[in-house]
């Protein structure tokens, strides 16, 4: 059985692959468009399946009937010599943030922003020192919602044509 992390209307638990079958027919298509600039993935049970397994935590947020509608979760940062020097890292655990959701979403979006986000952002937070996450610009509500829990943005970079804007959160952040 999985943790819950939230009950209420909706639930926060831990996400399976079961969660990437049912909520990849349904991810939103800026999300969708977002993977391909970044990756080049074009199949999205393949991406969210992928997020999932590489992550140390991953939760999904699901509606009173068990719709899957925000996957999240943070997979770690393979750090070397060079990795360190951009990020800026001397020594720690660092990971890269991910979130995903479906249409929806929207309906439950006060919920999540309210009670289940601060939980997840804070259990993705406890293990890691230094938290990392890339939004294309032309999202407009994950650069609101991380900025409550730290995250500020801290690069710019044009992949595939489209501005992509990295935000960072540390744990000594002064």
């Excluded at 939230?6 to 079961?18: P, R, S």
């Excluded at 509606?63 to 070397?80: F, H, Q, R, T, Y």
């Amino acid at each position: 059985m999985d943790s819950i992390y939230y009950k209420g209307n909706c639930n926060l638990v831990d996400a399976n692959e079961e969660d990437a079958v049912l909520f990849a027919s349904n991810i939103r298509k800026r999300e969708l468009r977002e993977m391909e600039l970044l990756f080049g993935v074009y199949d999205p049970f393949e991406a969210v399946r992928n997020s999932i397994k590489s992550s140390m935590f991953s939760y999904v947020f699901k509606a009173p009937d068990g719709e899957p509608l925000i996957l999240l979760g943070v997979a770690d940062i393979k750090m070397n010599r060079d990795v360190s020097r951009h990020l800026g890292i001397l020594d720690g655990k660092g990971g890269n943030v991910w979130m995903l959701s479906v249409p929806a979403a929207t309906r439950y979006k006060m919920e999540f922003t309210k009670y289940a986000a601060p939980l997840a952002f804070m259990l993705l937070q406890s293990g890691y020192d230094f938290l990392t996450a890339w939004y294309w610009s032309g999202v407009s509500t994950l650069p609101k919602l991380i900025s409550r829990f730290g995250f500020r943005p801290v690069e710019r970079s044009v992949v595939n044509g489209e501005v992509f804007i990295r935000a960072e959160w540390r744990r000594n952040n002064g």
